[in-house]
C-alpha cells in the first residue's frame, strides 16, 4: 500500500506563530494530532525534538494495539 498523509498514525500541521511547545516550553513549530492508537485524537504544540517522542509513543501504543489483538486472537 502506498503511504500519504491519509495513511499515517499522525497529523502534521504549522504551529500558529508565537506557539510555544507543550512538553518544554521552547518554540512550537508543529501541531500533530494521533490518529489511533491510545492516543487517537490527542494533539499538541511541539517542537521538533518533542515532536519525535509524541510520534515515538504514538507509534508503540499502535503496536502495543496489534500486539494485544494478535494475542486476543490466539485465545
Known amino acids: 500500500m502506498t503511504q500519504n ?8 500541521d504549522f504551529a500558529p506563530r508565537g506557539s510555544l511547545c507543550e512538553w518544554c516550553g521552547k518554540p512550537a513549530e508543529q501541531q500533530l494530532t494521533a490518529i489511533g492508537g491510545h492516543y487517537h485524537n490527542e494533539s499538541g504544540l511541539f517542537c521538533q525534538s ?13 503496536s502495543s494495539d496489534k500486539t494485544a489483538k494478535a494475542q486476543a486472537r490466539s485465545f
Open 50 to 62: 518533542c515532536g519525535e517522542e509524541f510520534t515515538r509513543a504514538v507509534l508503540a501504543s499502535l
Open 5 to 12: 498523509e491519509f495513511h499515517r498514525p499522525i497529523s502534521v
